[in-house]
């Protein structure tokens, strides 16, 4: 009987290809070759970007795809290992030293009972090594810029070798390796020594093309027209050098908020009541504004043929 292939092991990069569309994500080739090296070697993935551009959304896809458990770290300025892999219940270790001495046991064994596995309380990046019966977890580690530089070499021991060491405990190592997801917006440098153990990849915003069939899959009460206007009318908003240009997640919500207003098709007023929707500063609106709405939306109708 032959051996079934596991999810996690993909044959080729067009089986890649064909399961992140069935699960509703449309890859360039590039990306999709990223993963499936990532998922072939067992290695990190690094994705770099814009905000907006699908980069989280990978491994939410992914996760769906192998059916391995998603586990989302957050990443924010100040983040620490108690947040992120794990911490000693305090609580319940208290509790157990005063029913310890209710009972009249010694405090030797106290100490050592106090600092057993059941008072570990596991985060995601110890939840991710941890043996599992079905397809290994996806840990996603959300804007890795945004935390410290304390943190990121915390991640190196995780990322090379699969491990979490607890001094009380010792190193947990995992058995069969997750499926790792960084992220990054850019807004300061990652260290080399994290990246190098990692594969990595660029997600430039969409052609023109695949941005219309992005939208149509997400928004699909849109319809073919809308969608090619917003896309068109998106990438003509990124090239004002906008504080923050719109990305993909954006043109979704656009043409989902004019489709759900009952439009078909881009005019000027509907751009002008719905650009909360694409852009999130005030500034940006201003810039826009200022630009002239009406002739963003005719250079953006012309693009689109539609």
Same mark, same amino acid.
């Given at each position: 009987? @032959?051996?079934?292939?596991?999810?996690?092991?993909?044959?080729?990069?067009?089986?890649?290809?064909?399961?992140?569309?069935?699960?509703?994500?449309?890859?360039?080739?590039?990306?999709?070759?990223?993963?499936?090296?990532?998922?072939?070697?067992?290695?990190?993935? %690094?994705?770099?970007?814009?905000?907006?551009?699908?980069?989280?959304?990978?491994?939410?896809?992914?996760?769906?795809?192998?059916?391995?458990?998603?586990?989302?770290?957050?990443?924010?300025?100040?983040?620490?290992?108690?947040?992120?892999?794990?911490?000693?219940?305090?609580?319940? @270790?208290?509790?157990?030293?005063?029913?310890?001495?209710?009972?009249?046991?010694?405090?030797?064994? /106290?100490? #050592?009972?106090?600092?057993?596995?059941?008072?570990?309380?596991?985060?995601?990046?110890?939840?991710? =090594?941890?043996?599992?019966?079905?397809?290994?977890?996806?840990?996603?580690? #959300?804007?890795?810029?945004?935390?410290? #530089?304390? %943190?990121?070499? %915390?991640?190196?021991?995780?990322?090379?070798?699969?491990?979490?060491?607890?001094?009380?405990?010792?190193?947990?190592?995992?058995?069969?390796?997750?499926?790792?997801?960084?992220?990054?917006?850019?807004?300061?440098?990652?260290? #080399?020594?994290?990246?190098?153990?990692?594969?990595?990849?660029?997600?430039?915003?969409?052609? %023109?093309?695949?941005?219309?069939?992005?939208?149509?899959?997400?928004?699909?009460?849109?319809?073919?027209?809308?969608?090619?206007?917003?896309?068109?009318?998106?990438?003509?908003?990124?090239?004002?050098?906008?504080?923050?240009?719109?990305?993909?997640?954006?043109?979704?919500?656009?043409?989902?908020?004019?489709?759900?207003?009952?439009?078909?098709?881009?005019?000027?007023?509907?751009?002008?009541?719905?650009?909360?929707?694409?852009?999130?500063?005030?500034?940006? @609106?201003?810039?826009?504004?200022?630009?002239? =709405?009406?002739?963003?939306?005719?250079? /953006?109708?012309?693009?689109?043929?539609?």
């Amino acid at each position: 009987m @032959q051996e079934e292939v596991p999810v996690t092991a993909p044959g080729s990069v067009e089986e890649v290809a064909k399961a992140l569309s069935e699960n509703g994500y449309l890859a360039d080739e590039g990306l999709t070759t990223a993963i499936f090296l990532a998922l072939a070697l067992k290695r990190p993935l %690094f994705l770099e970007g814009d905000a907006g551009v699908g980069k989280t959304e990978v491994a939410k896809v992914l996760s769906s795809w192998t059916g391995g458990e998603l586990l989302r770290l957050q990443c924010y300025e100040g983040i620490n290992l108690a947040q992120a892999a794990y911490e000693w219940d305090y609580a319940r @270790q208290l509790l157990h030293l005063r029913a310890v001495e209710a009972s009249g046991e010694s405090a030797r064994e /106290a100490e #050592d009972e106090i600092y057993d596995e059941r008072f570990l309380v596991r985060r995601p990046l110890l939840r991710a =090594l941890e043996p599992t019966l079905g397809s290994p977890p996806v840990l996603l580690v #959300d804007e890795i810029d945004r935390a410290d #530089d304390e %943190f990121e070499a %915390f991640l190196l021991e995780i990322l090379s070798e699969y491990a979490v060491t607890v001094p009380e405990l010792g190193t947990i190592r995992a058995e069969v390796p997750p499926v790792v997801v960084l992220t990054s917006n850019r807004t300061r440098d990652v260290h #080399d020594a994290l990246k190098r153990r990692c594969l990595y990849h660029w997600v430039e915003h969409p052609a %023109f093309e695949r941005e219309v069939e992005i939208v149509r899959l997400r928004a699909p009460q849109a319809g073919e027209r809308l969608a090619r206007q917003i896309a068109a009318a998106a990438g003509a908003l990124r090239e004002l050098g906008l504080y923050k240009p719109p990305g993909v997640a954006e043109s979704i919500d656009w043409a989902a908020a004019v489709a759900a207003l009952g439009h078909r098709s881009l005019d000027e007023h509907t751009v002008d009541v719905t650009l909360g929707a694409v852009l999130k500063y005030q500034e940006d @609106q201003t810039r826009v504004r200022s630009a002239g =709405l009406s002739d963003i939306l005719r250079a /953006a109708v012309l693009r689109s043929g539609a």
